[in-house]
């Protein structure tokens, strides 16, 4: 499970048989979302860590073949890559995130590109809560 606060929501992402599951937080009304399942399709995944880029999400997973993957959820323009990045590795269990001094989380550049990046409605496509969360 990991969490981030991007001004005042709180996004909150788990993995829950294999499936990558978000929600948010409003912390000013104390609200939540359901959770949804992440679009994609990531199964199998291992583990899950999420970088803020601005008022963005950098999620990176270990999915089921030991390799790193990446997702980028838009939140200025309101959607979600339809797909997971592979970035490649083998043998992975585990990941982590940091971030820079001066420059904010660490991601790869190419990930702000808008032609990466679909609609949101997928996103919530599965609503209810994940399995054993």
Not at 31 to 58: F, I, Q, R, Y
């Amino acid at each position: 499970m990991t969490s981030l606060a991007a001004g005042s929501t709180v996004r909150l992402y788990a993995v829950a048989d294999g499936c990558v599951y978000g929600r948010d937080l409003n912390t000013r009304t104390g609200s939540w979302t359901g959770w949804g399942e992440l679009p994609g399709g990531a199964t199998g995944v291992k583990d899950v860590v999420a970088s803020l880029v601005g008022d963005n999400v950098e999620l990176q997973i270990v999915g089921a073949n030991g390799a790193l993957r990446l997702q980028y959820g838009n939140y200025d323009a309101g959607h979600w890559n339809t797909s997971w990045t592979d970035v490649g590795g083998t043998g992975l269990s585990r990941v982590t995130s940091h971030r820079g001094a001066r420059h904010g989380a660490r991601h790869p550049g190419w990930m702000n590109r808008p032609d990466r990046a679909p609609t949101v409605a997928s996103s919530r496509a599965r609503s209810g809560a994940p399995p054993d969360l």
